[in-house]
């Protein structure tokens, strides 16, 4: 399984961007990438998903360096409502090897 | 509109009690999970079907059982034996559990199990 390091917090402002980095450095050759996002209370979300170089969608962006063992969440111009935490996810579609760890706490003040 | 629906989102039982949890999705999904979450956790896997009449046991099933009757449905049940069964629980689906890729999972709003 490819255990996944991120960090358990991180505080921002309002129109920052924000960066949050993953370690994951048993990563297997199959093995995708992807985010999720949680607010109180419900159910995560699917953000990004990538498997090398970049990817970008209108909610993110997902850097993710040659070697694969980091990968690099960007959130540009946060707002409040970003305020939530962030899980990466290292796997292929084989749901054992999806483990959704403590994820990080993304904190947006005004 | 499609979507996965869990019911009830507030659920009160006393201690020694099964109870189940209802877990529907009209996305047409092959694949459908449950997760618990505690308080400052992630999400664990309980149980995950790959398709109707099948499903397997994921990382903390004991206490637990499930049923995949229909696509549509995958209900957990929280039996007696399940020793500490308050938590928040989360169901999913994904199109399908296929190697090479990850299938997005789409997630209901969760059903948060009091046992008294």
């Known amino acids: 399984l490819a255990k996944t390091t991120q960090p358990i917090s991180m505080d921002s402002y309002e129109g920052q961007e924000v960066n949050i980095t993953c370690s994951h450095n048993?990563?297997?050759?199959?093995?995708?990438i992807t985010w999720y996002q949680q607010f109180p209370s419900q159910g995560p979300r699917f953000i990004i998903q990538?498997?090398?170089t970049k990817v970008t969608n209108e909610v993110a962006s997902l850097f993710i360096p040659a070697d694969r063992k980091s990968s690099t969440l960007s959130l540009p111009r946060v707002s409040l409502s970003d305020t939530a935490v962030y899980y990466c996810l290292v796997g292929d579609s084989g749901y054992s090897t999806l483990t959704f760890g403590k994820g990080t706490m993304l904190l947006v003040s005004p | 509109d499609g979507g996965i629906t869990q019911s009830p989102k507030y659920l009160f039982r006393k201690e020694g009690q099964n109870v189940t949890l209802s877990c529907e999705q009209n996305?047409?999904?092959?694949?459908m999970y449950w997760y618990r979450q505690d308080p400052g956790q992630g999400l664990r896997l309980i149980y995950y079907?790959?398709?109707?009449?099948?499903?397997q046991k994921g990382d903390i099933a004991e206490g637990y059982s499930v049923s995949r009757e229909k696509k549509e449905s995958f209900p957990l049940t929280v039996t007696s034996a399940q020793k500490n069964p308050t938590a928040f629980y989360l169901c999913?689906?994904?199109?399908?559990?296929?190697?090479?890729?990850?299938?997005?999972?789409?997630f209901g709003p969760g059903t948060r199990l009091t046992v008294l």
């Open positions: 079907s790959q398709i109707v009449n099948d499903f």
């Open positions: 990538g498997y090398k």
């Open positions: 048993n990563i297997a050759t199959n093995d995708y």
């Open positions: 996305l047409n999904h092959d694949a």
């Open positions: 999913a689906s994904s199109i399908e559990i296929r190697q090479g890729t990850h299938n997005e999972q789409f």
